[in-house]
């Protein structure tokens, strides 16, 4: 309540941007702000909310809500807000288990979700609702992105992810455009934190390129022990891997990395300054992929409800679908099972000024959708 | 029945649980419901576990696997069901959730005779441990089989049925699991009040003196390990119906000590105790969630004062000692 | 398969078994002389972790941050013990497990609170480095093989303690009568604050070890302090003999099951498969093989005699 509270009041003493409001708006965002993936969800909240303020619209409210990464936490969490909160919209889950716990049962109850970052294979495919949006990718995109730049020079990579099912569509994504040999494709436990085994494996294996997808800690604790096994092949991942969040943590052993992601802090346009240096401004920290993707997220929200009301479900769908934004990755539009078509690039870690941070090499696919929209009947 | 002070409480308690529903659904409070629900759920696993563990004496860490097996049998059904792909000869689940209850009770009861059976052998911090270790094994094994969804877990699309009742409407879903609760506490009264369940206590109070006269404590103990898995699964089917969402983190050890949890909340071996503890817990973590995002933090500090300086539990504090002891 | 590789892994089993010891040493020795069941033993690995990573960043010396780990650790045990612990001695287990399990989300979330939310860094020091070249020509890294000295170290003062001070007089009275040493004079309130701040000193000696080459974060002490529950019960609980042998059976079992068991499925399924059923079986297989040996040994491979 506390929360809800401090959100409209800021709401109130910001300036309003002079947009015809349509309607009350009330959000309810479910994030993990407690225990190891606490990151990631303070990233999606500050990155949401940052947008939220700079669109000084007074009529939207938000509640937040910590779902300690626990499943029937946010199942809870979900019904409270949808029962008791009466919020319109839902967002800002960052795993995708937690994800397929809330998202079609909340759109089963005629409530909106806008996915900041996870998004399984299923809600992409025959199992998309024309009230599910998301403002981040599908999950298997940069893993795609990363099978296409290995085609350039990689003749026999050595893959390795998580066993579970973001792990499994991770390599299942780099395998539809890898198209040289595999010298090994290894599944680790969740939450491994000591890589020594496979590490042995990939020095053995002849590899001359190395794919892993290791969200958080256990990517972290790759890295770290990767630099110092001698082994010298060189290593690639997805963004997430070497986000904002995790690099200062690895350290110089990060460095020359390469990965893909729909942005980084160095993008040179508009939107993009304006939206590190805000939130350098408001936070005193850079922006990680997962800060990017909620104040995206907020962006479509606050246009959509700058133009339809939320009560009139087929409007707000529209206006939504419309992605009338401007966002700091440049190109971003929807795809009919309503997640993003946009470019991928390839980045490199550097050290600027002493910060390690992601720069933008070159890109690896213009107007990228996804494998599953084929599946979707909207 | 006596009007013992402990009935008196235990009486408040059960009329307690259903007022809160009920006064939710007159002022159109329907989350509430699914709170209320979520207790008298978790009051059934933990009252599962309070056999074994209350009056058994066999603290078992594992019986989060019970739960989430219970859970599965719901979830997966349900998938063939709504899939239509046979499971196996032909059956393609089902979505009647007596049927399911059948399952989960089943299959729960099955496995905890295989863990009950070798996790017997041993007793004290090993008996602990080895639940632990079972408990593990099968949460690695729902994480990484792919086949029902793995960690991502199952989603149930629409609530499993009930004969004549439209169980989608939250008050309904919570009589059922109400009844259900109060069943499985009067299952629990009638095993501790009968010559097994002297017995099992007697078993843990003094094995020796059990043993010379002839009782064998390894099958009693067996035996009530087995009830004790079966209930908690068939609470584990609930709840997963009231999620209308199964997944690994059922299965995990964090689950297996929220259940140790509210048995010692409320009161450990006390007949209502597993409730009080859920009620306890279901509004401390709705309270302090919506309070602060420290709220794991006060959580903990209340625990620790209650196990350091409120020994009995909830129930101990308002109903006195525990006649059984 | 090469033989050079299946030894590189045999020592890396090896290794993670010596860590697994760093940390199941503390574990065992406070059950083995106060009879406690101390679920908080990983949230003293993580403050370990922590304080040496917060000090080597102030400092720029990772020996500092490790000699920091020890005093936190060793002062948040001793803390932890004369206001919660001290009061569970004559509880049952049932109460212990509670009242740590309380103790875990208290210092996680307190952690959370003073640190922050994001994984801190903390790098190997300069002189252990990179990889040396081990006979049959691969290279290892030499921080990796420091751990196994570091453990041995560990073992052997352990060994020393125990069997020719004192104090290790004194723990070992105490493991076999507790009245008995009480009656002697020797104040037991002071001889259980120092075994459980140096058990603690242990788990933060081991967070500070390994957090230089995993990732320093909330929670970090969860996955290691089952593991670490597994390997005591393996071993016995209360034998630091049975610790040292069920770490390293742990660690050989699991780098091995991880490395072997999805080239054995390689024979009977197409490889993205053996991949994952190998991985699946890998991951439950340390808690079969401790299952196996409990079922046959129900009080570990070398349970004390006395108790």
């Not at chain 1, 085994?197 to 604790?221: H, K, T």
């Not at chain 2, 006064?23 to 509430?32: D, I, R």
């Not at chain 2, 793995?150 to 309904?172: A, C, H, K, W, Y």
């Not at chain 3, 903390?122 to 890294?141: C, H, K, R, S």
């Amino acid at each position: 309540m506390k929360k809800m509270l401090a959100a409209a009041t800021l709401a109130l003493t910001l300036s309003a941007s002079g947009l015809a409001f349509a309607a009350p708006l009330k959000i309810g965002m479910i994030t993990t702000l407690s225990g190891g993936g606490a990151g990631l969800g303070i990233d999606t909240r500050d990155g949401f909310m940052l947008a939220i303020k700079n669109a000084g619209n007074k009529d939207i409210t938000v509640v937040t809500e910590d779902d300690a990464q626990k499943p029937e936490l946010a199942v809870q969490i979900a019904d409270k807000m949808i029962q008791s909160d009466k919020v319109d919209i839902l967002t800002g889950i960052v795993w995708s288990n937690l994800l397929m716990a809330v998202a079609p049962s909340a759109t089963a109850q005629g409530k909106f979700y806008v996915s900041t970052n996870a998004a399984p294979a299923q809600l992409a495919g025959a199992a998309c609702n024309k009230l599910y949006f998301n403002a981040a990718y599908q999950n298997d995109n940069l893993h795609e992105a990363m099978g296409q730049y290995a085609n350039k020079g990689y003749k026999k990579m050595f893959i390795l992810a998580p066993n579970y099912p973001a792990g499994k569509d991770s390599l299942t994504g780099f395998k539809r455009y890898y198209k040289g040999d595999l010298a090994a494709e290894v599944y680790t436990q969740v939450g491994q934190t000591d890589y020594a085994a496979e590490i042995a494996q990939m020095r053995a294996s002849g590899a001359d390129g190395i794919f892993v997808f290791l969200p958080g800690g256990m990517g972290i604790a790759f890295m770290k022990q990767f630099a110092q096994s001698g082994v010298k092949i060189p290593v690639m991942g997805p963004g997430f891997s070497f986000s904002q969040d995790v690099l200062p943590a690895i350290g110089d052993a990060a460095l020359g990395a390469k990965a893909s992601g729909q942005w980084a802090p160095d993008f040179d346009n508009a939107a993009s300054k304006k939206f590190v240096a805000d939130f350098q401004k408001e936070y005193n920290r850079l922006p990680s992929i997962y800060a990017l993707q909620a104040y995206d997220a907020a962006q479509l929200i606050t246009a959509a409800a700058s133009k339809a009301s939320v009560k009139d479900a087929a409007a707000f769908g529209a206006e939504l679908k419309k992605a009338d934004i401007k966002s700091p990755r440049g190109n971003f539009k929807f795809n009919t099972n309503q997640h993003p078509i946009q470019d991928i690039y390839l980045t490199e870690v550097v050290k600027n000024n002493g910060v390690l941070t992601n720069k933008t090499v070159e890109k690896i696919f213009s107007d990228h959708g996804d494998a599953y929209a084929k599946d979707c009947k909207l | 029945m006596l009007l013992t002070r402990e009935n008196l409480v235990n009486l408040i308690l059960a009329l307690g649980l259903l007022a809160v529903p009920l006064a939710a659904n007159a002022l159109g409070q329907p989350f509430y419901i699914t709170l209320a629900t979520r207790v008298a759920i978790l009051a059934l696993a933990a009252t599962g576990l309070n056999l074994a563990l209350g009056v058994g004496g066999l603290v078992s860490f594992g019986h989060a696997a019970f739960f989430g097996i219970g859970g599965y049998a719901a979830g997966i059904l349900a998938a063939h069901n709504f899939s239509g792909d046979p499971l196996f000869f032909g059956f393609s689940g089902t979505n009647q959730m007596w049927i399911i209850w059948i399952v989960a009770v089943a299959m729960a009861g099955l496995v905890g005779l295989v863990i009950g059976a070798i996790s017997l052998r041993t007793s004290g911090v090993y008996f602990i441990m080895i639940t632990l270790a079972f408990a593990q094994m099968v949460y690695y094994f729902a994480v990484s089989w792919p086949a029902y969804g793995g960690e991502d877990g199952l989603s149930i699309l629409v609530r499993n049925q009930f004969p004549g009742v439209m169980t989608m409407v939250p008050l309904n879903y919570f009589l059922i699991c109400y009844v259900i609760l109060l069943l499985g506490i009067a299952l629990f009264a009638v095993i501790r009040a009968s010559r097994f369940g002297a017995a099992l206590q007697a078993a843990r109070q003094n094995e020796v003196r059990v043993a010379t006269v002839g009782i064998q404590p390894y099958r009693i103990r067996l035996t009530a390990f087995v009830i004790s898995a079966a209930l908690t699964g068939l609470a584990g089917a609930l709840f997963a119906d009231l999620n209308r969402f199964v997944s690994p983190s059922m299965l995990s050890w964090h689950m297996s000590g929220e259940l140790i949890v509210l048995i010692i909340l409320g009161g450990t071996g006390r007949l209502f105790g597993p409730l009080a503890g859920a009620a306890l817990y279901v509004a401390f973590e709705y309270a302090l969630g919506g309070l602060t995002e420290r709220w794991q933090f006060f959580l903990g500090l209340i625990l620790l004062l209650v196990v350091l300086f409120a020994r009995g539990g909830l129930l101990g504090v308002l109903a006195g000692k525990a006649r059984h002891g | 398969m090469t033989i050079a590789l299946a030894l590189e892994q045999l020592l890396n089993g090896i290794q993670l078994g010596v860590m697994l010891f760093l940390m199941a040493a503390g574990l065992t020795l406070i059950f083995g002389v106060m009879g406690l069941i101390n679920l908080a033993h990983g949230s003293l690995y993580m403050v370990g972790a922590f304080a040496c990573a917060t000090v080597a960043a102030w400092t720029g010396s990772f020996w500092i941050g490790l000699v920091a780990s020890l005093i936190a650790a060793a002062a948040a045990g001793a803390i932890v013990e004369l206001v919660v612990i001290r009061r569970l001695y004559d509880r049952d287990h049932l109460d212990q497990v509670l009242a740590t399990f309380a103790l875990i989300l208290m210092f996680s979330e307190g952690t959370r609170w003073l640190f922050g939310s994001f994984p801190l860094y903390l790098d190997i020091p300069p002189l252990l480095q990179g990889a040396v070249a081990l006979p049959g020509g691969t290279e290892y890294p030499l921080y990796r093989l420091a751990i196994i000295a570091a453990g041995a170290l560990v073992a052997f003062g352990l060994y020393m303690l125990i069997s020719r001070t004192r104090l290790g007089m004194r723990i070992r009275a105490g493991e076999s009568d507790r009245e008995m040493i009480g009656a002697l004079g020797v104040d037991i309130r002071t001889l259980y604050t120092v075994v459980f701040a140096l058990g603690a000193a242990l788990a933060g000696f081991a967070g500070a070890m390994v957090g230089a080459i995993q990732s320093v974060q909330v929670g970090m002490g969860e996955p290691v302090l089952i593991l670490a529950f597994v390997v005591i019960v393996i071993g016995g609980i209360g034998s630091i003999k049975g610790a040292l042998l069920g770490a390293l059976l742990v660690g050989v079992t699991d780098t091995m099951g991880r490395f072997l068991l999805p080239k054995l499925m390689l024979l009977f399924v197409p490889p993205a498969q053996a991949g994952m059923i190998g991985g699946a079986i890998a991951s439950m297989l340390i808690y079969i093989v401790m299952a196996v040996i409990l079922a046959v040994k129900p009080r570990g491979l070398f349970p004390p005699a006395h108790a």
